[in-house]
T-cell receptor
Framework: DAGITQSPRHKVTETGTPVTLRCHQT?????MYWYRQDPGHGLRLIHY???????DKGEVSDGYSVSRSKTEDFLLTLESATSSQTSVYFCAISGTSVASTDTQYFGPGTRLTVL | DAKTTQPNSMESNEEEPVHLPCNHSTISGTDYIHWYRQLPSQGPEYVIHGLTSNVNNRMASLAIAEDRKSSTLILHRATLRDAAVYYCILRAGYNYGQNFVFGPGTRLSVLP
């Protein structure tokens, strides 16, 4: 199994509070991704990183920011959490930029509930 | 990414082979066919991928139709641990920011 951990695994927070989710990898992979998974929507890409301090927006980036100061860590921040951000968040890593043959390895997920 | 169509659910008996179909009639020549699965309460897990020829690995086999408009994921001996949602996805190009388009997939139940 690829060495990917996510923390926390579960979090309950209140509307308006900031929340940071952490993804940590031990594979030294260049590319890292944050997805959210909601019923009826499958997985949707929030942000991704193609190197240290290099990040870009995905399909559903509004309300989220990311940072990557080290190869192994990719942080996802909800500046002011809303109930619509209640979801399961998955981090993924990849060692290649070639999407056609890309194998992404996913973390175990973080279940976030915003009350 | 081009669209794929899979049955919503399938059932299999333990230790029997399972054939999970996927239709992708609008596939282009550069699209690779990927399969991922998601076990309950876990992240998606890579299973296999291929372009034109059939592929085998330790987890499964991938049979690709000659016209590439359909493919079948084959689990040779289903175990209870294979109960999961299986996703068939088409991927192309070199864009590392490309979204993984996970559709609803096929929910596989394995009966003891």
């Amino acid at each position: 199994d690829a060495g990917i951990t996510q923390s926390p695994r579960h979090k309950v927070t209140e509307t308006g509070t900031p929340v940071t989710l952490r993804c940590h990898q031990t594979e030294n992979h260049r590319y890292m991704y944050w997805y959210r998974q909601d019923p009826g929507h499958g997985l949707r890409l929030i942000h991704y990183s193609y190197g240290v301090k290099d990040t870009d927006k995905g399909e559903v980036s509004d309300g989220y920011s990311v940072s990557r100061s080290k190869t192994e860590d990719f942080l996802l921040t909800l500046e002011s959490a809303t109930s619509s951000q209640t979801s399961v968040y998955f981090c993924a890593i990849s060692g290649t930029s070639v999407a056609s043959t890309d194998t992404q390895y996913f973390g175990p997920g973080t279940r976030l509930t915003v009350l | 990414d081009a669209k794929t169509t899979q049955p919503n659910s399938m059932e299999s008996n333990e230790e029997e082979p399972v054939h999970l179909p996927c239709n992708h009639s609008t596939i282009s020549g550069t699209d690779y066919i990927h399969w991922y699965r998601q076990l309950p309460s876990q992240g998606p897990e890579y299973v296999i991928h291929g372009l034109t020829s059939n592929v085998n690995n330790r987890m499964a086999s991938l049979a690709i139709a000659e016209d590439r408009k359909s493919s079948t994921l084959i689990l040779h001996r289903a175990t209870l641990r294979d109960a999961a949602v299986y996703y068939c996805i088409l991927r192309a190009g070199y864009n590392y920011g490309q979204n993984f388009v996970f559709g609803p997939g096929t929910r596989l139940s394995v009966l003891p």
